[in-house]
């Protein structure tokens, strides 16, 4: 059973600053692309952003220009760094790979295989 943890989350003020982890297996993090995913009260579960096995980037949403994605391998180890945060950011945010080498369809939840259970940020007013 592959087991993706989040850790990061919390309360921050209007304007304030993040930065999520989420750990997993190194064989994942070698091997696939990760994605950040939010699921905010009442709302369906959303992109937010992705990381592919050679670095590249994509972001979704109001997350780009906010929001930074990167990885360490070695640590086995994806960041979501969040800045400039609104109360519209308030959600649980989750991690999840589909296993597969590129960020295509990453900007909905669907086809992932592993999901970790995810880290709440709330941003108060």
């Known amino acids: 059973q592959v087991q993706l943890v989040e850790s990061g989350g919390g309360l921050v003020q209007l304007g304030g600053s993040l930065r999520l982890s989420c750990v997993g297996p190194g064989f994942i993090f070698d091997h696939y692309s990760i994605g950040w995913f939010r699921q905010a009260p009442g709302k369906e579960r959303e992109g937010v952003s992705c990381i592919s096995v050679s670095d590249g980037s994509t972001y979704f949403g109001d997350s780009k220009g906010r929001f930074t994605i990167s990885r360490d391998n070695a640590k086995s180890t994806v960041y979501l760094q969040m800045n400039s945060l609104k109360p519209e950011d308030t959600a649980v945010y989750y991690c999840?790979?589909?296993?597969?080498?590129?960020?295509?369809?990453?900007?909905?939840?669907?086809?992932?295989?592993?999901w970790g259970e995810g880290t709440r940020v709330t941003v108060s007013s």
């Open positions: 999840a790979t589909d296993l597969g080498y590129y960020c295509l369809g990453y900007g909905t939840d669907t086809g992932m295989e592993y």
